[in-house]
């Protein structure tokens, strides 16, 4: 049973019971007396991802950015249009975005920062700042780094982190959300304009200046929020839905004071406007109380992630006052068919409360995170197929849901049947794999010898210098080698053809890394579609889409297999290409894995078993697959582990188990192979610096990390806590095509050497630069090279 927090946030508080009883003066702005169905957001990027390709297609020149602007539209009109087919009521619009929610808010409050300035005074037009901002600018004697980027919660999506300096001011700069609303109400849309809320905004966002609390701005930044609200009531907005996902983390008491605040003022300024409050990806917690209290009209409720707190909300708080609740049921993180007889009773329950004119049914979150229509799968198994559901088809669910609460109860006996038959399908299980994870014993987790005692092992070895080279895994997967792949699946290329031209790929990118001099080789990651998504379509239990993409960050998508059933290795998955890379050069060529918890975290996961109990499974695969390297002469073998991060919990509470659990499968994944087998592993897109002692428990020999774009923030971090082992600390970022010069690189490894011994220092990129092009990646890499050589040679000083 989920219980109640402790009541103390109340006491900090006098404003807020004034605010309770002001918000029950408030007349009812819902005019249904039936259940409203909504959505809180849709994928943007197209279903046959048209976005992704015209923003590609502007930025290399190809066309123009009224094109750009055109394919935008259609997919604006296209959602909108299937979202009011399937009878959505408050249809979502600003959820829109050339790149990210949270960049395009930056830009809403001219959250500018200083060094694009230039390029504001040189008038570039708002979605060339957009695109500098998120990616970088070097053109025409201007080179300015991109902004930041990190994972948005616990998803795979990125967002761009707003940066703020002590006295910066804001005004309401781009006009995007009001035009949008404006575009779909020409359309005769009942849109919902969806905004992040002030509070969020700056939580989410970087101190860039010393000395001052970022949320200090509320005072400075609610003022152009309340003239955006001014401007969507002017131009007829009924509904708002401000999303403050920081409300689903552990926050102080004074973050809470400034949601009461700032809430009070929105209230007091707009009495009449609906305000929708949407938080999403936890419970609301120790921030229940605060958060029933703020006036606005709505709460959305996560009930996918957090179904126990809609019994505490009822039955305390929102029986005697006229809240409305969103029940967000249909789940908008995972693929699986919503189960009707779950939903329905969480449904009544509510409505027998509250009645039907107070509860409005919608996805959990947003539906950015799932793929836009299963129609388009044909390759499916019709069996499994009958399990899912993409967003298009979430839709229909909601409709589903609420024409079951009018009687519709056929459509209730069909669902029934399908999440039966998911539940008793022999396909999902496998006595073997369950038995083999059963069996586990620490030994299974634990290397030969201490870290220590390996180090020397591999140095003498290796004899590899100070401050060795070496870059992640992928480069540049250009349009060719994607060609190919396309062509092979098309069945115009034999797969011995496409072996072959994928072999030629690989012995270049191995004679060019020898020719620069680097130290330890990759074989470049070719034969990879994606580094997740190669590894669940060799291995059993796993399925994959034909079109299932979901946004990334910025134009970039990924696919991401469905984890069904119990996993196994059929088959040896990488060693033919890592075998054949190492036979090229006499230099050392590192294996390339992907760990168990970032295939976990980068598929949609199966939903009737603990996510630690399929973890364990596909561990136990990875395992093999290392010992199988080890055995074909591969060295060095790096396992990645980026989202391990991103998979933790965003409450405290839940953290030690997830960290538990996660590291000991990584273990297990690592520990099959000898001392002599130097184990890398590689983080990026993630603040690490509160996981330390659990990366390091991780007991990697080496660990290549992104730490460039913080300036090697994350150092201070490894160093405090004495990191025991060796290190890559990024030194530039991958993912900005701006070339890093050797110089500036050079005060970054300066800066590595301060704070962690050179024995232990590896230099590399931040991350692998399969989206990076050629001739930057040539340069970049070269200069790091000799930024490498430089530092070696200060050291012998
Ligand atoms: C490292 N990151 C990754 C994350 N998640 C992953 N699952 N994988 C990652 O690598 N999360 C954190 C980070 C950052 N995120 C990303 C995400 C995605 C990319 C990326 O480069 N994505 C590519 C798509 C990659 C891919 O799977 N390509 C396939 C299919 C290519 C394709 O689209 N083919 C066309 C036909 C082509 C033609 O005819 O010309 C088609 O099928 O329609 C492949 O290579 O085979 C992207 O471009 O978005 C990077 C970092
Ligand atoms: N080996 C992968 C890691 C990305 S996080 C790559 O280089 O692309
Ligand atoms: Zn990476």
Known sequence: MYTMPSPSVYIFSKTLLYYIKERERHVSPFKQSVMIIHNLGYPRIGSQRELKKACESYWTGKITLDELQATARNIRLQNWALQQQKGIDWIPCNDFSFYDQVLDTALMVGAVPQRYRTLQEKKIRETDLLFAMARGYQRDGDDITAME?????DTNYHYIVPEFTAGQTFHFFSRKVTDQFLEAKKENYAAKPVILGPVSFLLLGKEKTAGFNRLSLIDKLLPVYLEVLSQLTKAGAEVVQLDEPCLSLDLDEAALQVFIDTYAQIHAAFPQLHIL?????????????????????TLHLDLVRCPLQLDDILETAIANTSLHLSLGVVDGRNIWKNDYTRSLQQIQKAV????????????????LHVP??????????????????????????????????????????TNKAAIHNRATSPLIHRKEVKDRVAAFTAADARRNSTFPVRQNIQQQ?????????????????????????????????????????IEKATIEVIRWQEEIG???????????NDMVEYFGEQLQGFLFTKNGWVQSYGSRCVKPPVIFGDVSRPANMTVRWSSFAQAHTDKLMKGMLTGPVTILQWSFVRDDQPRSTTANQIAWAIRDEVVALEQAGIKVIQIDEPAIREGLPLRKENRAAYL???????????SGVKDETQIHTHMCYSEFNDIIEHIAAMDADVITIETSRSQMELLDAFAGFKYPNEIGPGVYDIHSPRQPSAEEMISLLEKAAVTLPARNLWVNPDCGLKTRKWPETKVALSNMVRAAEVMREKASL
């Open 372 to 413: 836009c229509d299963l129609d388009n799968e044909t390759a499916l198994s019709p069996e499994i197929k009958n399990w899912m559901a993409f967003a298009k088809q979430k839709l229909q669910e909601l409709k589903d849901l609420r024409d079951i609460v009018n009687g519709n109860t056929a459509l209730l006996d």
């Open 461 to 501: 070895q290796f004899g590899l210098p100070l401050f060795p080279t070496t870059t992640i895994g992928s480069f540049p997967q250009t349009d060719d080698i994607r060609q190919l792949r396309a062509r092979l699946k098309k069945g115009e290329l034999t797969t011995e053809q496409y072996e072959a031209a």
């Open 518 to 528: 680097l130290d330890v080789l990759v074989h470049g990651e070719f034969e990879r």
């Open 149 to 153: 980027m990190t994972k948005w919660f």
């Open 277 to 297: 409050l949407a938080s999403y990806f936890e419970c609301y917690g120790k921030n229940l109380p605060v958060a029933l209290a703020l006036p606005v009209q």
């Open 660 to 670: 538990e659990w996660a590291v000991q499968a990584f273990r297990i994944s690592a």
């Open 352 to 367: 027998s409360v509250l009645g039907k004119d107070r509860i409005a049914i919608a996805p959990s979150c947003s539906l």
